[in-house]
């Protein structure tokens, strides 16, 4: 008697193991599902009020309109900068460079400061035009680029800038920027 009462106290136990393993493996299952489903869906972030209108950034993809608001103030950054606004300008460049281009990006623009320290040139543009092409993840800036010398505006002449951007998850990160130069001309 006491065997078949062992027997089935061991059946039981059994029952319950095999039970409590198919719990978990499904609970497994289920946790994995869930994880792969927040991995892979699209994240949206909506940006207002300091722009003109509201704007929805996506995991998916750039809008055109915002990559048109970062161009516009990274423009007004890269493109505007006098000898004592030199680190500020340095850092925020570099701040909003996507990290393989950090390094390239960074000893360019420390060129140009060793070439602008201590002088009183100071550039700053006026922006006529912005395109950008979110598909390739560039855009382009339109503008008069103005050089002052002290107090003298020295050159005025416009000029067309480009911009590569590299874009993962929200974040929009500059891979490089430079003058557009037309077959022919120097720069």
């Not at 161009?71 to 925020?92: C, F, H, K, M, V």
Request: contains cysteine; negative net charge.
């Amino acid at each position: 008697m006491e065997l078949s009462l062992a027997h089935e106290a061991s059946q039981r136990t059994l029952k319950q193991r095999n039970l409590l393993a198919l719990i978990c493996i499904v609970l497994g299952i289920l946790v994995v599902v869930m994880f792969t489903a927040a991995s892979t869906r699209d994240r949206e972030v909506v940006l207002q009020p300091i722009l003109p209108s509201e704007m929805t950034l996506s995991s998916s993809s750039v809008t055109p309109e915002y990559l048109e608001a970062v161009t516009r103030d990274i423009a007004q950054l890269a493109l505007n900068r006098s000898p004592e606004t030199l680190q500020y300008w340095l850092d925020g460049i570099v701040a909003i460079a996507a990290p393989e281009s950090r390094g390239a990006l960074k000893a360019k623009l420390m060129e140009i400061m060793a070439e602008q320290e201590g002088s009183q040139v100071t550039q700053f543009v006026t922006i006529d035009w912005i395109r950008t092409d979110p598909d390739e993840l560039t855009s382009q800036v339109g503008g008069v680029l103005h050089t002052i010398v002290g107090s003298r505006d020295v050159r005025r002449e416009h000029k067309v800038f480009e911009f590569h951007w590299k874009y993962t998850g929200v974040s929009l990160r500059l891979k490089g920027f430079g003058v557009v130069v037309k077959e022919g001309e120097e720069e």
